[in-house]
């Protein structure tokens, strides 16, 4: 079922959808955190399809949950149990958030043996988003400054691109397992005349790198998925990442 996307808040158009049916086509059962969870539009879905749902936001709910919701600041520990959580889902809340790997570590923490995350933030490695950083020195979803005299939950602190949100997540006990998008809109095929160059260059640049600045596997991995669709085109990423190890 297709969620009503005029309820979706502030959400990318098809985000929670897409969301939904990884869950969903991937066999995924057990407790799900939602973090954040921002009005609940997504964790009620959750709890109407049978799935329990724990939501957690730093602003408390203007409509009276159908799930369990901890108030609470995600740039600190979660109340909540550890290794307790079996999915985790971040829609669009990374990028507000003032201490990002510590949230992830969180995420590590709460989540169970070979638990899954799922994370989405917008996809400034997508062509369109480096072409307008090229000309304005801003990316998609980034396009003007942010108000530091009213610093607000809402403003998009942390822009991630592809590699350095593989960074974050690699380097805190998870393995990306697959990534895809929203939705690719029809203006972003415009760049796909760039794409031979584009890889060009970014071949160029892995291979000619020095070993003490770049493990060569790496490097061709990461070119690889840096190639795809989903990150060439997509809106925003949708990421989901296996917690494989302990911290240190």
């Known amino acids: 079922m297709a969620i009503d996307e005029s309820v979706q808040g502030i959400a990318s158009s098809n985000i929670h959808n897409k969301v939904f049916n990884l869950i969903r086509s991937n066999g995924w059962s057990g407790r799900i955190l939602d973090a954040p969870c921002g009005r609940g539009v997504f964790a009620r879905r959750l709890v109407e399809a049978g799935f329990e749902t724990v939501g957690i936001d730093v602003d408390p709910q203007s409509i009276e949950p159908n799930y369990e919701f901890i108030q609470a600041d995600l740039t600190e520990p979660f109340a909540v149990e550890s290794g307790s959580v079996n999915v985790l889902t971040s829609i669009e809340g990374i990028e507000h958030l003032e201490k990002p790997y510590e949230f992830v570590r969180e995420c590590h923490r709460v989540l169970g043996d070979h638990g899954v995350l799922v994370v989405t933030t917008p996809n ?3 062509l369109r988003s480096r072409w307008r950083w090229f000309w304005t020195g801003f990316h998609n979803k980034a ?6 005299t009213e610093p607000s939950p809402l403003h998009h602190i942390h822009m991630f691109s592809y590699p350095m949100l593989r960074y974050l997540l690699h380097s805190n006990g998870f393995r990306i397992e697959a990534v895809t998008t929203n939705r690719i809109k029809p203006i972003s095929w415009l760049y796909l005349p760039f794409v ?3 890889y060009l ?13 770049l493990n060569p596997a790496l490097g061709r991995d990461v070119l690889k998925q840096m190639m795809s669709m ?8 949708v990421v989901t990442a296996r917690k494989i190890s302990d911290t240190h």
């Open 124 to 126: 400034v490695s997508a």
């Open 143 to 148: 396009k003007y400054a942010l108000d530091e």
């Open 196 to 198: 031979p160059l584009v």
């Open 201 to 213: 260059a970014s071949y160029i640049s892995v291979a000619t790198a020095k070993r003490k600045d």
């Open 230 to 237: 989903p990150v060439l085109f997509g809106e925003c990423f």
